[in-house]
């Protein structure tokens, strides 16, 4: 064993010794510490025995185990935690070290942290994590960010643990300076929130309205992922839908209805509001969440509100098929809405993200990993400047040939009486973005109505307003203009 370390990781909790076995199997040496340090003590005797490992029992001779500059990786809880060994480890580090937090930091923490770090002489990255147990284990996307001259220090590392792709390409890089990589592992999640809630309608449509079994839902999932909608949470549920408890029932069905939440993908639906961005799926993801918490309420309710019986007469094996079409459309809306959030937010922070780089981050390793992203790395190789995705040849093409299973999915759901929010959404949107003309002039005019909030003309010149004495009691005076 070396004599010092290459990184040390503070955190011993299931994401943290994963990394640490990750890193010591690609040839690195890694020093640890926890909090509890009994916990130190079963690692380095347990899973950690016999290897590269360094067990410390203080912050100072954790740093004090690390090669210079010294490389700390923080694997705690968001929040104050963060801030707390940030500030516990300052003082026994020199300039130019580096402190990494890998946790799910709200990206404008990592902002603050940088900025302060470096005034200190420091170096700081913020870095999203995903893949779970078995990514951290075997290799998870890495999204770095923060202070850029701390890249080279931590490259070989990250890169050298994170997943590959076919040809051998880590799914790691340099996102950008701050929160950036923060902010892209967010809007990961964000968008994992509207994946699994699309599986998740597409699943209560077989059961409720199509009558199948979990078992015959498996063979379906299976089916999918085998095609175009090959991806880790494809994969999954038919898993999920095939497992059955000690008494040969399916485990889903003992489930209970009820969702939780650790704040990804509200944070991201916020960020949109804030941005400006219609965000329309995923935000319907979290509120879905919500709704599913409501569980005495619901119960309550389906005894006193009514709906209209479930009937379904057509072609089961049809529906399937456009009920695959359907999802496969919204879930390109969804990541078409994310990447548009992920532009808006470049332009305000001033970040220089490489989009079709990030497809291929997410590639392997992550919770969203899918064939599918290729097709996002291949449209913007195709037009770095890709305003929506939707306007890609591909992703058009592909929801031309969806766009009747498509609405006939969302239709028979809502004449079924069977909540689809995402779906509905999603196709709410396409039917938005491609429509000329929306009814928001009516919505100006009535804002002008009430509040003298002015308003543009089709034959003036954009950015000129106008105001107009709708009941002729009210003056010319109107008010200033602006955009929350």
Not at 187 to 197: S, T
Not at 251 to 267: E, H, N, P, S, Y
Not at 363 to 373: A, E, K, M, T, Y
């Amino acid at each position: 064993m070396k004599e010092k370390a290459d990184i040390g990781l503070v955190g011993l909790a299931v994401m943290g010794e994963n990394l640490v076995l990750n890193m010591e199997s690609k040839g690195f040496t890694v020093a640890v510490y926890n909090r509890t340090t009994q916990k130190v003590d079963e690692f380095v005797n347990g899973r950690g025995k016999d290897k590269n490992i360094i067990g410390t029992r203080s912050l100072q001779e954790l740093v004090d185990s690390l090669e210079r500059p010294r490389k700390i990786m923080l694997m705690v809880k968001a929040g104050g935690p963060v801030d707390d060994f940030i500030g516990q480890i300052m003082p026994y580090l020199e300039k130019g070290d580096v402190i990494i937090d890998g946790g799910n930091s709200h990206f404008p923490d990592t902002n603050r942290r940088t900025a302060y770090l470096e005034s200190k002489g420091f170096l700081y990255i913020g870095t999203g994590v995903s893949g779970g147990e078995e990514g951290a284990l075997k290799g998870p996307s890495i999204m770095p960010g923060g202070s850029k001259a701390a890249w080279p220090l931590v490259k070989d590392i990250f890169q050298n643990i994170a997943a590959k792709v076919d040809d051998g390409t880590p799914c790691c890089d340099w996102v950008g300076e701050d929160g950036a990589g923060h902010f892209v592992k967010m809007v990961h999640n964000g968008i994992e929130y509207g994946d699994m809630q699309l599986i998740c309608e597409a699943y209560q449509i077989m059961k409720d309205m199509l009558g199948m079994s979990a078992g015959e839902m498996h063979e379906v999932f299976k089916a999918w992922n085998e095609g175009e909608l090959d991806s880790y949470l494809i994969e999954i549920t038919r898993d999920i839908l095939g497992y059955k408890d000690e008494d040969g029932e399916p485990m889903v069905d003992k489930i209970l209805d009820t969702a939780g939440q650790k704040g990804t993908g509200k944070w991201t639906g916020i960020i949109a509001l804030d941005l400006g961005v219609p965000l329309t799926l995923i935000g319907e993801s979290v509120f879905s969440r919500c709704l599913s918490s409501q569980k005495d309420e619901r119960v309550e309710a389906s005894k006193i509100l009514n709906g209209p019986e479930i009937s379904f007469s057509a072609d089961k094996v049809a529906f399937i098929e456009d009920l695959r079409q359907a999802l496969y459309a919204s879930k390109m809306v969804s990541y078409a809405q994310g990447y548009v959030l992920m532009r808006e937010a470049a332009r305000e922070y001033g970040w220089d993200l490489n989009y079709g780089g990030i497809a291929l981050m997410w590639r392997g390793g992550c919770i969203i990993r899918s064939v599918f992203l290729t097709k996002i790395k291949e449209a913007f190789d195709r037009d770095p400047g890709l305003k929506n995705l939707l306007l890609d040849s591909f992703f058009k093409n592909t929801i031309d040939r969806a766009q009747e299973s498509w609405r006939k999915v969302v239709a028979s759901a809502a004449l079924n009486g069977i909540p689809v929010p995402a779906l509905g959404s999603a196709l709410a949107y396409y039917d938005g973005y491609r429509c000329e003309r929306l009814p928001a002039n009516l919505l100006q005019a009535q804002r002008d109505y009430f509040g003298a909030h002015t308003y543009e003309r089709t034959d003036k010149p954009r950015g000129m307003f106008f105001h107009t004495n709708w009941t002729g009691r009210g003056g010319t005076t109107a008010s200033s203009t602006y955009n929350v």
